[in-house]
């Protein structure tokens, strides 16, 4: 099972509409043009997608977009009915890290390594050693949130590539499929999980 984020083409074009040469002040509002009718927006500006269901002991997945001037951020939520299903992935995630393809050289330091039982928050770093993602708890223990642009990642910058944006945050969501993989490998041999292992879940605006 993985998920797909949708529209990210329409999505960026959206977040390049904002005035960026211009010094705005948070909360200052700008109209932006769409095919029928005009939208107030505001710095920062946030959009957030729908929830996609997941199975047991998994609940849901979203996705949210953060933008203040010409810097962005993305997380995908994923949250759980059980937070004991984060319990001891450090070993899991690091060993399809390094066989994943998608993540070439990536490797994820745990927050705290001495830590037993709940390993599952921590940074990924690239061959330079730059931290380009990061894992972290929320909800009480019962979400997950990788990140780019926050907690402890390095800025993204709203360029005018708009390739470059749809393959910074489809390393995320390559990411996000690995942690998902791993949380989900000790229930492989249910029904409802096999039925979905091959499964393309896409999260929609």
């Not at 047991?56 to 001037?69: E, I, R």
Request: hydrophobic fraction near 35%; charged fraction near 25%; include cysteine.
């Amino acid at each position: 099972m993985r998920i797909k984020i949708d529209t990210l083409e329409g999505l960026f074009q959206l977040m390049r509409r904002p005035p960026l040469d211009d010094v705005l002040s948070s909360g200052e509002e700008w109209k932006v043009k769409t095919e029928d009718h005009e939208v107030k927006r505001s710095l920062p500006f946030g959009f957030q997608y729908h929830t996609t269901g997941l199975v047991y002991p998994l609940d849901d997945v979203s996705v949210v977009f953060k933008q203040f001037g010409d810097n962005y951020s993305c997380a995908i939520l994923i949250d759980s009915l059980d937070k004991t299903v984060f319990n001891e992935t450090y070993h899991r995630l690091t060993d399809a890290i390094k066989k994943s393809e998608k993540c070439p050289g990536y490797r994820f330091v745990r927050k705290n390594p001495l830590r037993t039982g709940d390993d599952s928050t921590g940074h990924f770093f690239n061959l330079k050693g730059d931290c380009v993602f990061s894992l972290f708890a929320a909800n009480k223990g019962f979400m997950r949130v990788l990140a780019m642009g926050v907690a402890g990642s390095y800025t993204r910058d709203v360029s005018d590539n708009v390739d470059k944006f749809i393959q910074e945050v489809g390393t995320l969501e390559s990411l996000t499929n690995i942690f998902i993989d791993c949380l989900l490998r000790p229930y492989s041999n249910r029904e409802d999980v096999r039925y979905l292992q091959d499964k393309v879940l896409y999260v929609n605006p």
